[in-house]
């Protein structure tokens, strides 16, 4: 191939991926929404509220563990001690919440920045994947913004703003309930998913201990399934 053609077809490449990049950021911008604006105040946090007591809000708080696999993560959640013990391919994390950098790593004889690298990925493993579990009894959480929507059909939604905690403070999630107060899906405008707004259907509801967990979604095209859930 000779220097003019090289030229040539380098010219062309960057001309196609100019115009792919293009049309990305076009799709994105057709297919998002905006974050809808909503009221705070009693109105707000008593759809929370109501969300909370039909999914059984009071039981759930008195639960010491919950046991649960996100693909191939799996979770051994011990809530009132705050720790988690993580395990996915060949790792093993015993997470404390409350102070990382506390946590223990397996294999032990991994270096001090590999252990540290595998509890930052733990943790973020956990927030995420936990939240498609138990994300409907965070609403009061430290940091936690709660606004009323009214949707075009007239019907109250909640909105939820994370402003501080887990690992991308400042996502929000729009919550759709039926007339009993369960939700059936959430709209996201998260950092990590480019196209604002998409929604995510919470279905397959399963009664435990008293409590209504969720562990069936659907993320557009992506399915999206808890697994192995116990509790106790």
């Known amino acids: 191939m000779t220097i003019t053609r090289k030229r040539n077809f380098l010219k062309r490449t960057l001309i196609v991926l100019l115009i792919l990049a293009a049309t990305l950021v076009v799709s994105v911008k057709l297919l998002s929404e905006p974050l809808p ?10 759809l929370a509220m109501k969300i909370e007591q039909t999914l059984g809000k009071s039981a759930y708080d008195y639960l010491s563990q919950i046991k649960f696999s996100f693909r ?3 979770y051994n959640w011990l809530k009132m001690e705050n720790k988690v013990i993580v395990t996915w391919d060949e790792y093993t994390v015993h997470l404390d919440l409350n102070n990382t950098s506390v946590s223990e790593v397996l294999p032990s004889n991994l270096s001090v920045e590999a252990k540290s690298k595998l509890v930052r990925q733990a943790t973020a493993f956990f927030y995420n994947d936990s939240y498609w579990l138990v994300a409907p009894f965070k609403f009061f959480d430290p940091g936690v913004e709660r ?11 909640l909105l939820i703003t994370h402003t501080s905690g887990g690992v991308t403070p400042g996502d929000s999630y729009l919550w759709i309930v039926d007339q009993n107060g369960r939700p059936t899906s959430f709209k996201l405008w998260v950092s990590i998913i480019p196209i604002k707004g998409i929604s995510a259907s919470w279905e397959d509801w399963t009664m435990a201990s008293c ?22």
């Open 147 to 157: 606004r009323l929507v009214k949707l075009d059909d007239a019907t109250d939604a």
């Open 211 to 232: 409590v209504q967990f969720s562990t069936q979604h659907k993320l557009g095209p992506l399915a999206i399934e808890i697994t192995g859930l116990e509790v106790r």
């Open 72 to 74: 191939n993560h799996h």
């Open 37 to 46: 604006t909503g009221l705070t105040g009693p109105q707000a946090d008593a």
